[in-house]
């Protein structure tokens, strides 16, 4: 598979200020590829390098095997899709969307068969004469979508574009996007804080936190294998313990839990000492017998779930997840469960 993005080793500086330390990733191209991370992490500052908005303080960026450095940003073979997607006001739906098409220089007949064909595709066709005005948030999202993707870029980058949707059109929009990428084999990049919206649509996603690459994987990767502790913790919900380690090599490792007994869990980090275990709250189930004992606090109804808040003998808040169904045995709070530990619900973490 081609390399579509090469970003090697950028640093980027604000003043003093470091928003990029040494950033490097492969983007595929025809990927779906995610930059999640907490606000001011730098996965817009990455975005706008990519897209030629800012210049890097250090490393290369490469876009299909071409150094872009000195690319303007209106040569390069990329479109954005923006939070604020601000159509041209004044422009039926058709005309937004046939814009960059007239930049480029295509002829009438070919600018309105294309832009209607790009409406088609956003189930916008019955909307082609109206007004951005005369549009939904979630419309006008849309139509701005076919406006970048018009020009047939070979890289679409997309800062937050669902962020100023309700929640139900957030949702509907995220596989929009993602068979909208299929069918049109474009490589997406696509920025987000939102771990679930990465989750649903990349086929790889880039953790950051300040301004560096924490873990780059598929969905699956970063859930069930995160390297750090920053991972576990951003990427869904978590037990974090702290832990001894007794022995560790190959990737695997034996700790002591809190209570004495010893667990064997898959391991990022295999150096001696006291580290971080990350336990996923619906791997466990409460047992006649198991590893971990918690006193039920409190059982909040979640729908679909039951959310279980429970304090282990050393006083540290310990979460269990039970789906909800008829057959769940809901504990009393104040009653103390066994708890036991499916296959792979524990891995031992690098701080
Ligand atoms: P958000 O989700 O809030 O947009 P982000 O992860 O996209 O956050 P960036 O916008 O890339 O983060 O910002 C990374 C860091 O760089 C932040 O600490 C920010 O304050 C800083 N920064 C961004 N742009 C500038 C600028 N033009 N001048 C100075 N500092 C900046």
């Known amino acids: 598979m081609s390399t579509a993005i090469d970003v090697r080793s950028v640093v980027k500086h604000y003043g003093t200020m470091t928003a990029l330390h040494q950033v490097s990733m492969a983007i595929r191209d025809n990927e779906f590829f995610t930059l999640l ?3 001011g992490c730098g996965k817009t500052t990455l975005l706008r390098c990519i897209a030629g908005f800012e210049s890097v303080s250090g490393g290369d960026i490469l876009l299909y095997g071409r150094d872009i450095a000195t690319l303007e940003p209106n040569y390069r073979p ?3 899709v923006f939070q604020q997607y601000a159509l041209f006001p004044h422009m039926s739906v058709l005309d937004n969307v046939a814009f960059g098409l007239k930049m ?7 600018r309105r068969a294309r832009a209607g064909k790009m409406l088609e595709m956003v189930h916008l066709s019955a909307f082609a004469d109206r007004m951005p005005s005369q549009l939904s948030g979630g419309q006008q999202q849309r139509v701005a979508l076919a406006r970048a993707l018009a020009p047939e870029p070979k890289v679409l980058l997309l800062d937050e574009p669902l962020s100023a949707l309700d929640l139900k059109l957030r949702q509907a929009m995220r596989v929009e996007l993602k068979t909208l990428q299929e069918q ?5 990049i696509f920025v987000t804080h939102d771990q679930e919206e990465a989750l649903t649509m990349s086929d790889r996603i880039a953790v950051m936190s300040q301004g560096r690459v924490q873990q780059i994987g598929t969905a699956r990767e970063i859930y069930e294998a995160p390297n750090n502790r920053f991972v576990a913790d951003f990427i869904g919900e978590t037990n974090l313990l702290e832990v001894e380690v007794v022995t560790a090599s190959g990737g695997m490792a034996e700790v002591v839990l809190p209570g004495g007994h010893r667990l064997r869990c898959a391991a990022a980090d295999t150096t001696p000492g006291r580290h971080h275990l990350s336990i996923r709250p619906e791997r466990l189930s409460i047992a006649a017998e198991g590893p971990l004992t918690g006193t039920v606090e409190r059982v909040v109804y979640l729908g679909t779930d039951l959310q279980l808040l429970t304090r282990l003998p050393d006083g540290a808040p310990f979460t269990l997840r039970l ?4 057959r769940t045995q809901v504990p009393e709070p104040g009653s103390t469960v066994s708890l036991q530990l499916e296959d792979g619900a524990a891995r031992l973490l690098v701080d």
Not at 323 to 326: E, K
């Open 323 to 326: 789906q909800n169904s008829a």
């Open 184 to 188: 049109t084999g474009i490589t997406f």
């Open 104 to 110: 480029k220089g295509v002829g009438l007949a070919e």
């Open 37 to 39: 991370g907490p606000s």
């Open 78 to 80: 990329v479109n954005t």
